[in-house]
């Protein structure tokens, strides 16, 4: 994976789906920043897209619980470290009707 | 000639229907909100702007709003929330704006007010504070605060139903309440208990022409209140339940309600013997009419929600509700006779119009 050379000394790429982007216009389905946790992470896609924090993570406060966010392909918490040049995923879950 | 707007929250998505003031033809539009649930949809006719109360499983809360009927939406929920560490606001469940203020009821039960048409709110503590909080019990849908009636002179005085804790009423903006549920029936608790203070399962509250007069639809009876729900007196007399969720006050007239009851709490909750009736008073709840003409009268099994029905302004006025099984009703001669709007739609939630001259 390349990461371009503006994200910062912490290089990570977010992978959002189409379901979430689709509430923000402007918004990109990758998106490359600086973010060494999973809080970190949300809290730059809030800063660039206002409001989209709130549609991933909950004020208890923890990921909300129909979404899930993985980490070297494993369910992440809020404090969960993303190593740096990962691809964090941030999933709806399977529910519905 | 006037445009007669029905607005449909459902459990995938808002929609318009839209006719003229012969309310003979009808569009539908939709469905919009991302097909989140819905749970109340309405306008405001002082900016023009409709907004939709919901929250999506996934997503959480969030009010949309659409400053062109639909066409553009934007959502935001800045604010819609408790503070760290208690239950998150999981939805919004009722929308009312008034005066430029938008008020908001949510899951679990509080109440949000948004001064910038809702791009951002702020929490009315007032109402969490209350000392009856941590007694409060969850009905069939949640701890769901789903009725905001205003008084049309004064908005500092505010009537909430919230499922099952009742009815509470505030005279200064939201900084204190108190319960408002003397006269309304709680069965489902021990015989000696069943007039308490609080607990009841208000359904539904809405406000008469007179802008004073109260009904209320309880999940045990049918109630009107003369005194600002101080006191409730019980109308079901002469219904065939006790039980039901919608009520519709006529636009002009105080003395006329519009009720369906259904079957009953523990008897599937659809339109008895399988045949349609909304339930029209013309004296305050002192007798009741069933109009049935157009509805179906075999094999009817739906429900309609707790705020599924709506009137307009018009003259005649207008009457819909729309079913848990996705159909809209309407009546242009209020309530003589009915025809379907629309088929085949997701369960329907709430009903509210807007007609702009």
């Known amino acids: ?19 979430l982007t689709d509430l923000f216009p402007g918004s990109t389905r990758r998106v490359e920043m600086s973010a060494r946790t999973v809080a970190e992470m949300i809290d730059e896609l809030d800063r660039r897209w206002p409001g989209m924090g709130d549609r991933i ?10 979404m899930n966010v993985f980490v070297d392909g494993k369910r992440a918490r809020l404090d969960t470290a993303i190593p740096r040049g990962a691809e964090v995923f941030i999933i709806t879950a399977i529910s519905g009707g | 000639m006037a445009r007669v707007l029905v607005l449909l929250g459902t459990k995938k998505g808002a929609f318009i229907a839209e006719s003229d003031g012969e309310r003979k033809d009808w569009s539908l539009r939709g469905p919009f909100c991302n097909t989140w649930p819905i749970h109340h949809f309405v306008a405001d ?20 709003t659409s400053r062109d009927l639909g066409e553009s939406w934007t959502h935001s929920s800045r604010g819609l929330a408790y503070e760290e560490g208690k239950e998150p606001v999981s939805a919004a469940w009722s929308v009312a704006p008034r005066d430029g203020d938008i008020l908001v ?12 048409g809702a791009e951002s709110f702020e929490h009315v503590e007032g109402l969490q504070n209350h000392p009856t909080r941590p007694d409060w019990n969850a009905g069939g849908a949640g701890l769901i605060l789903h009725s905001i009636v205003s008084d049309p002179v004064d908005g500092d005085r505010v009537w909430v139903g919230i499922s099952s804790a009742g009815v509470f009423y505030t005279e200064d903006g939201g900084r204190t309440w ?19 203070e609080f607990g009841q399962c208000v359904h539904n509250i809405v406000r008469a022409a007179d802008g004073k007069r109260l009904y209320q639809q309880n999940h045990c009876g049918m109630y009107r209140s003369d005194d600002g729900g101080a006191s409730w007196q019980s109308i079901e007399k002469g219904l065939p339940s006790d039980f039901g969720f919608p009520a519709g006050a006529h636009p002009r007239d105080p003395e006329t309600l519009y009720l369906i009851p259904l079957n009953g709490a523990d ?88 007609v702009i001259d």
Do not use: C
């Open chain 2, 45 to 64: 006719p002082a900016t023009g702007a409709v907004h939709a109360a919901g929250g999506n499983e996934w997503f959480g809360p969030a009010i949309w």
């Open chain 2, 178 to 196: 108190e319960p408002r549920n003397r006269g309304t029936r709680a069965d489902y608790f021990p015989e000696d208990q069943r007039y308490p």
């Open chain 2, 105 to 116: 009821g949510v899951q679990p039960a509080g109440l949000f007010r948004s001064t910038d």
């Open chain 2, 267 to 354: 008897k599937g909750r659809y339109v008895p013997e399988g045949k349609a009736a909304v339930w029209r008073t013309r004296d305050g709840g002192e007798s009741w009419q069933d109009m049935r003409k157009g509805l179906p009268q075999e094999n009817a099994f739906f429900g309609v929600l707790r705020q599924a029905m709506a009137t307009d302004r018009m003259e005649p006025a207008g009457v819909y509700f729309g079913t848990g099984s996705g159909t809209l009703y309407g009546s242009a001669d209020e309530g003589d006779s009915w025809f379907e709007i629309a088929t085949h739609l997701p369960t329907i939630s709430s009903v509210e119009t807007y």
């Open chain 1, 1 to 19: 994976m390349e990461i371009g050379h503006n994200s910062g000394d912490h290089p990570v790429v977010a992978r959002l789906q189409g379901v």
């Open chain 1, 57 to 66: 993570r909950d004020t208890r406060p923890a990921i909300r619980k129909h």
